[in-house]
């Protein structure tokens, strides 16, 4: 099984609000991340998580503000974003953070109103 | 720097055609790991294949199948007897050593293929 879920499927969210992605998986990683995906792009890294613990932050505006509450489930709460934020938002998980497969959820796609 | 290139921005074939994607790398690394997602308009990235960089062996398995040469750092990918399912956009990636205690994925810009019936 490399199944890794996220909730919601689509968001759509006025620049006041403030929201939370989220990202499970159970299949026993220790590695999780967090990208952003525009139209036509290819994936944005944002955060890494490794062993529950925050590894790599891509210089990731702190309206983005990710967490890690157990090994299996990774947040990314969003407050006061912008309507540049809005794009496709995937998680992955990896069995570890080095040089493993990652697998990725199916994303939530976010619009800033 | 670590650098991956899909110059085939678009790529349309008809149903049962042969189709090649290419993948070219750069890295200074010894040790490397090659990868190729597909991403269908339904947005998830699904993993195809992932190859270290001591496996020169090509792979195939049913209709796709990996050409992986160091000598040109290439990495390409091959579907042979196309078919609409296989509609998406390809991702080759390559990961890289990121601050010694994580890998990173370098990806490169995508190849939309667009099999018409």
């Known amino acids: 099984d490399t199944e890794v879920t996220q909730t919601p499927k689509h968001l759509v969210m006025g620049m006041t609000n403030k929201k939370s992605l989220k990202c499970e998986q159970h299949?026993?990683?220790?590695?999780m991340y967090w990208y952003k995906q525009k139209a036509k792009k290819p994936p944005e890294l944002m955060f890494v998580?490794?062993?529950?613990?925050?590894?790599i932050n891509e210089s990731v505006p702190s309206r983005f503000s990710p967490e890690c509450p157990n090994s299996s489930l990774l947040n990314l709460h969003l407050h006061a974003l912008q309507p540049e934020d809005s794009a496709l938002y995937l998680c992955?998980?990896?069995?570890?953070?080095?040089?493993?497969?990652?697998?990725f959820g199916p994303g939530t796609r976010l619009t800033v109103l | 720097a670590q650098k991956v290139t899909q110059a085939q921005t678009e790529i349309s074939v008809v149903e049962k055609e042969d189709v090649t994607l290419d993948c070219v790398y750069e890295?200074?690394?010894?040790?490397?790991?090659l990868f190729w997602y597909k991403q269908p308009p339904s947005g998830e990235l699904v993993f195809l294949i992932r190859?270290?960089?001591?496996?020169?062996q090509n792979e195939i398995s049913g209709r796709y199948s990996w050409n992986f040469q160091k000598s040109t750092s290439s990495f390409n990918f091959t579907i042979t007897a196309s078919q609409v399912v296989d509609s998406a956009v390809y991702f080759c990636?390559?990961?890289?050593?990121?601050?010694?205690?994580?890998?990173?994925?370098?990806f490169g810009t995508g190849t939309l293929l667009a099999v018409q019936p």
């Open positions: 299949m026993g990683h220790r590695a």
């Open positions: 998580y490794s062993y529950e613990k925050l590894s």
């Open positions: 890295t200074r690394d010894t040790t490397y790991y």
């Open positions: 990636a390559l990961s890289e050593a990121y601050g010694g205690a994580t890998n990173k994925l370098i």
């Open positions: 992955a998980s990896s069995q570890d953070p080095l040089g493993n497969t990652q697998y």
């Open positions: 190859r270290n960089s001591f496996d020169e």
